[in-house]
């Protein structure tokens, strides 16, 4: 008896460990697009240090979750991934920088801007979140894609990205300078 107790002690403990919620992380959809996979982009938002931190590792955002300094993260844009990506005629690589000084992440599909953001604006290159376009769905022949607008607010040393261009215009009313468009990606 004691032994079958014990047994379902440690069967409701399993139980109980795979009940806990996970993190608020948001599925993941299956999805390709032109013949090859694409995964979610991962937004997480932080007040305390103005800061949006991109990226395609959904542990990475959990993390951002878990340390109380991001407060809420969703999925902003599915895109190809860093491995799949250099196979994907036309796709191009979206790098990542950071500033701990500036505290602000941000995302770019220039190299150049990558090499002036190192060498004289104090960023750390952090490496390819994924791959996407530089060019509209007319040009690149994938059809689907939109533009993410960029916009960079200087007060507060954020960049802000968005595929809404209504949303991207009232940032500009908001401190947000207008930055073009990032790239062209799958909406969310
Ligand atoms: C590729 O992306 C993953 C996250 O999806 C990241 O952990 C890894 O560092 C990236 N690799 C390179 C070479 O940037
Ligand atoms: C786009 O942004 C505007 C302004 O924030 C919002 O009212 C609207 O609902 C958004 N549209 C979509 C499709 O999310």
Not at 51 to 65: F, K, M, P, Q, V
Request: charged share 15%; proline share 5%; glycine share 6%.
């Amino acid at each position: 008896m004691k032994a079958i107790l014990s047994g379902l002690t440690t069967a409701a403990l399993i139980l109980h460990a795979h009940s806990i919620p996970a993190p608020a992380i948001i599925e993941s959809r299956a999805a390709e697009a032109c013949g090859y996979p694409v995964i979610p982009l991962y937004v997480a938002v932080s007040g305390s240090i103005t800061d949006r931190l991109y990226t395609t590792d959904a542990s990475e955002a959990e993390r951002a979750l878990e340390s109380g300094v991001y407060s809420h993260q969703s999925v902003l844009v599915y895109i190809y991934s860093n491995t799949t990506g250099p196979d994907v005629p036309d796709a191009v690589p979206f790098y990542r920088l950071w500033s701990s000084t500036k505290t602000d992440h941000y995302v770019t599909a220039s190299w150049d801007e990558v090499e002036s953001a190192v060498t004289t604006n104090g960023y750390e290159y952090q490496g390819v979140v994924g791959y996407t376009y530089a060019d509209t769905s007319a040009e690149t022949g994938c059809p689907g894609t939109v533009a993410l607008h960029r916009a960079f607010n200087p007060d507060i040393e954020a960049h802000y990205y968005t595929t809404n261009a209504t949303a991207a215009e009232n940032a500009l009313s908001q401190g947000y300078f207008d930055q073009g468009i990032a790239a062209y990606v799958f909406p969310a």
